[in-house]
């Protein structure tokens, strides 16, 4: 990945931010979890995401696809 502008890497910042609501959010609604990995993994997971694989997107059901594991 190259050298990001600002306005990427703020839309990056809140993607990843998005990523730790969530994920407060869904362990609360479930009333357990481990959220610290997935935190860990924000930005790793933002930039990826958002950025690296826009150009290559999987499209299964009209919808787009990642796989971690």
């Known amino acids: 990945m190259g050298k990001l502008d600002v ?11 998005f990523v730790r609501l969530e994920t407060l959010r869904l362990t609360r609604i479930a009333g357990a979890g481990h959220y610290s990995g997935t ?3 924000a930005e790793i ?5 958002y950025h690296e694989l ?8 009209g919808r787009n696809v990642i ?3």
Do not use: C
């Open 67 to 69: 796989a971690l594991s």
């Open 54 to 61: 826009s150009l290559i997107r999987l499209v299964q059901n």
């Open 7 to 17: 306005g990427e890497r703020t839309r990056l910042d809140e993607k990843a931010l």
């Open 39 to 41: 935190f860990s993994a």
């Open 45 to 49: 997971l933002a930039a990826l995401y």
